[in-house]
């Protein structure tokens, strides 16, 4: 099964081919042994079908096993074990991942920490902070082994004895940005690097947009801890957002470019980090502001988005948000901005990874 998947990864094919092959009534091993005419009925494009030929005819498939094995690194396949099941919320899950350290297997609880590789010294503080406390509580920390915040979270887990993850957008082998090799090394001995690209593979633009959806379906919550506008930190929270995960912001200065982005996440709907505690015992449980009687969040009326959502959660709990989106015809943006005021009022909380029900 690695062989094809190899292939495939190669041309950045994900598991929405391997659904186009289900329908063919196909395996994936159909990849290498039935050819170009295949390979255009799948939309395999010219480009493609040139670098699978070439990759077929030189023998690249052995030489990438041998270079994985020498190295130690493991080739995880969507259908291994060693998986991580939350990536399978993606349309567009990596049908090959390439991991390297001694604790493959994450925590039940991920959260993400991810921001600005140019980020102010209070946000790296608290991206630490993150880090640590993640770790005390026994949660892994996923983020993408960059500068500023990934590198701050990283380490803040590492120090306390945590498990955390480093979604890279180089190939596994590949130290990018170059003065991390110590905390590559420090990842890989208290959890794993991994990378859907091939060894050897440089840090083009485009890989850290791909690089992101995976750091935000290993999460059940991704923390944006300070971006300016058009950061990939917002592609990440964008994502989460689309596979129904949490998205929690730290709001920065408005004065702030460097957290222009990110404060314009929570005018859009992400929960405000305004302390610790809130974040980690989970929202919807904690008192808000909204509330006419602090005991009782239901004396506030209800705007009918919200309405719908209550009676849609009261029928049948444990819903994501595409679920919600589909069956109230709202879209996905707007059902997690009235989820997350219902939340915050205390009349909805997460039951699960990227699932809402009503609170008791």
Not at 149 to 177: E, F, K, M, N, R
Not at 258 to 263: D, H, I, L, Q, T
Request: net charge neutral; glycine share 10%.
């Amino acid at each position: 099964m690695i062989r094809p998947m190899l292939l495939l990864a190669k041309i950045q094919h994900d598991a929405r081919t391997l659904e186009k092959l289900r329908g063919l009534g196909l395996e994936p091993g159909a990849i290498v042994s039935d050819g170009h005419a295949l390979w255009e009925k799948i939309g395999i494009g010219e480009r493609g079908r040139s670098i699978l030929s070439e990759s077929l005819a030189s023998g690249w498939i052995d030489r990438e096993m041998e270079a994985c094995e020498r190295l130690g690194v493991h080739l995880i396949t969507i259908y291994d074990p060693l998986y991580p099941k939350s990536l399978l919320d993606l349309r567009d899950a990596p049908l090959l991942l390439y991991a390297l350290g001694e604790r493959l297997s994450l925590r039940q609880r991920v959260v993400g920490i991810v921001g600005t590789r140019t980020c102010s010294s209070y946000a790296t503080g608290v991206a630490r902070d993150l880090g640590r406390m993640s770790a005390e509580r026994g949660w892994s920390v996923v983020s993408g082994g960059a500068r500023g915040i990934d590198a701050a979270s990283h380490a803040g887990c590492i120090g306390a004895g945590g498990v955390t993850a480093a979604v890279l957008g180089t190939g596994i082998d590949v130290i990018y940005p170059p003065e991390h090799v110590e905390l590559f090394e420090r990842i890989k001995s208290n959890g794993a690097l991994y990378s859907e690209f091939p060894l050897g593979s440089k840090g083009e633009a485009w890989h850290f947009p791909k690089r992101n959806r995976i750091i935000a379906g290993l999460s059940f919550r991704t923390v944006v801890v300070e971006a300016p506008e058009k950061s990939g930190a917002l592609l990440t929270a964008n994502r989460a957002a689309d596979t129904s995960r949490e998205v929690w912001v730290v709001p920065g200065r408005i004065t702030d470019a460097r957290a222009r982005g990110s404060n314009k996440l929570i005018f859009d709907g992400a929960f405000p980090l305004i302390d610790f505690d809130t974040f980690f015992e989970g929202f919807g449980r904690h008192k808000s502001l909204f509330k006419d009687d602090p005991e009782d969040g239901e004396h506030t009326p209800l705007n009918d988005s919200e309405k719908v959502l209550i009676a849609l959660l009261t029928n049948s709990g444990d819903r994501t948000i595409d679920n919600l989106a589909s069956e109230a015809k709202m879209s996905a943006a707007e059902v997690f901005r009235v989820i997350s005021m219902l939340s915050l009022r205390g009349l909805v909380y997460s039951s699960g990874t990227g699932r809402y029900r009503m609170a008791d």
